[in-house]
């Protein structure tokens, strides 16, 4: 069968590459390095129903959360093989309670933070999961050696690069290296990433909300007017919003990405750790927020800040997150700061 000669995502990280010529390669060749883990945990997702994968690994990680046999399968992936790719000088994970070191005379210039696989609860139900990755560049090019918990502790204004992999009905790559928001399509018969979505735009209205609404009694009032607010009959103002609440950050965010939404957690009541929200700074909202940006959306803590603006004060600090299309981010911010 002829397939269409279509963009791998190696021809398109060299094409941008190409029209940067100060550029080293060094960048590329760390996402062609953490585009192999991708594939290797796709495919054992997809046979996660079928080999022994399913379940519980018995271990508990810093979150507290049971960790599942396809965490830590993802997890030690990405872990060894970017350990040894040359471009990275230090790690962090949502699956490990400190930095991660790289292998010696390895040391690169760039930083990663990831959550291997986010929405491991799903799992068991075979709903979507994904992969969520963050790159900075080390704070000084000057350093060689190890990279140091400093380098991993930056905004997410200074991200080189950001993306996430989500395995669903099929496997697709979504990153920024700066230059817009790019899909890529997974074709398991060639095993190659393939360009099926260029310059992914979020529509500047929401059709859908994102919110697990389970929570509602431990909000924020100016949360729950909002939400009471997106609720009511208003046809010409498009009210009300569709809710469509996954429980993966990657499943809800891409849903959202393309066909336009909003998706919050803002911080509750129901135990200490959600005071200041339940979702991750480095290797989640963050690398959300500077895909959102791109996209022409906004990301925001709901207090008053950017979420790409916040100086992280550790490696698994949690912050609220509202993202999404900029109309209705706009408007989740006048609830929340009382101009609404
Ligand atoms: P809740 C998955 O565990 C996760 O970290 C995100 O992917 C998801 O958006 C959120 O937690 C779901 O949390 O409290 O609604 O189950």
Redesign the pocket.
Known sequence: MNRPLGVTVSRHILDSQRMHPEATGELSGLLSELIVAAKTISAEVNMAGLADVIGLSGKTNIQGESVQKLDEFANNTIKKRMARCGYVCAMTSEEEDDIIPVAECYEGKYTLAFDPL????NIDVNASIGTIFSIHRRRSSLTIGQGTIDDLLQKGTAQAAAGYIIYGSSTMLVFSTGEGVHGFTLDPSVGEFFLSHPNIQIPDRAKYFSI?EGNTAYWDENIRRYIAYIKEVNKQDGRPLSGRYI????A?FHRNLISGGIFL?PKDSKDANKLSG??RLLYEASPFAYLIEQAGGRAITGDGRNILDIEPESLHQRVPLIIGSKYDVDMVEDFLLGRR
């Open positions: 986010d929405g491991s609860t697990n429980g993966t950050l990657v809800d957690y339940k979702l």
